[in-house]
T-cell receptor
Framework: DQQVKQNSPSLSVQEGRISILNCDYT??????FLWYKKYPAEGPTFLIS?????DKNEDGRFTVFLNKSAKHLSLHIVPSQPGDSAVYFC?????????????FGRGTQLTVWP | DAGVIQSPRHEVTEMGQEVTLRCKPI?????LFWYRQTMMRGLELLIY????????DSGMPEDRFSAKMPNASFSTLKIQPSEPRDSAVYFC??????????????FGPGTRLTVL
């Protein structure tokens, strides 16, 4: 049972344009959300996060938006660069849970072409 | 710091054989996680430890899978007997506890397992 869903397995964007990666979740207890980036033959690395008390968090070219009522978040990359080509995982956590585990989506493969 | 270390990086074995994957977490981290990545299920948590004690093993698919953490610097994930459907990339990750806050998980490079 996927509590975090990334319904687009792949996204292709031209260099310089905006990339928008989407993520939906079902558990209303999630209060912290993260994006991880993964290159081939490497482990995922943390990219950006957002707390449920905010609706936007920005870090350079990367911005994450959170819509709690829709249980939806998105990652915007502007402008996109070829080096951004990777698999992006959305993840969520209920920080009040004693279990303290992350729930990941299946990932979206982003390809940025010149 | 060398980061999370996993070995081997690649493993090819035949169905029915025992497979042991190894992980050395970042020194000082008290949480250790084992994940499996497949095309169908994405990144799924198998088991995790806090201070060497298993906390949640509900993601372990079958009794063929077992994990141990004998000390703070070493963990193993064992599959016995292995089956072709176990073919996947297995990641180990570690983090430092931070009370009610979330602390970043650092992932190793993964072990690509192929069971023929």
């Amino acid at each position: 049972d996927q509590q975090v869903k990334q319904n687009s397995p792949s996204l292709s964007v031209q260099e310089g344009r905006i990339s928008i990666l989407n993520c939906d979740y079902t558990n209303s207890m999630f209060d912290y959300f993260l994006w991880y980036k993964k290159y081939p033959a490497e482990g995922p690395t943390f990219l950006i996060s957002i707390s449920s008390i905010k609706d936007k968090n920005e870090d350079g070219r990367f911005t994450v938006f959170l819509n709690k009522s829709a249980k939806h978040l998105s990652l915007h990359i502007v402008p996109s660069q070829p080096g951004d080509s990777a698999v992006y995982f959305c993840a969520a956590i209920d920080r009040g849970s004693t279990l303290g585990r992350l729930y990941f989506g299946r990932g979206t493969q982003l390809t940025v072409w010149p | 710091d060398a980061g999370v270390i996993q070995s081997p990086r690649h493993e090819v074995t035949e169905m029915g054989q025992e497979v042991t994957l190894r992980c050395k977490p970042i020194s000082g981290h008290d949480y250790l996680f084992w994940y499996r990545q497949t095309m169908m299920r994405g990144l799924e948590l198998l088991i995790y430890f806090n201070n060497n004690v298993p906390i949640d093993d509900s993601g372990m698919p079958e009794d063929r899978f077992s994990a141990k953490m004998p000390n703070a610097s070493f963990s193993t994930l064992k599959i016995q007997p292995s089956e072709p459907r176990d073919s996947a990339v297995y990641f180990c990750a570690s983090s430092l506890s931070g009370g009610s806050s979330y602390n970043e998980q650092f992932f190793g490079p993964g072990t690509r397992l192929t069971v023929l």
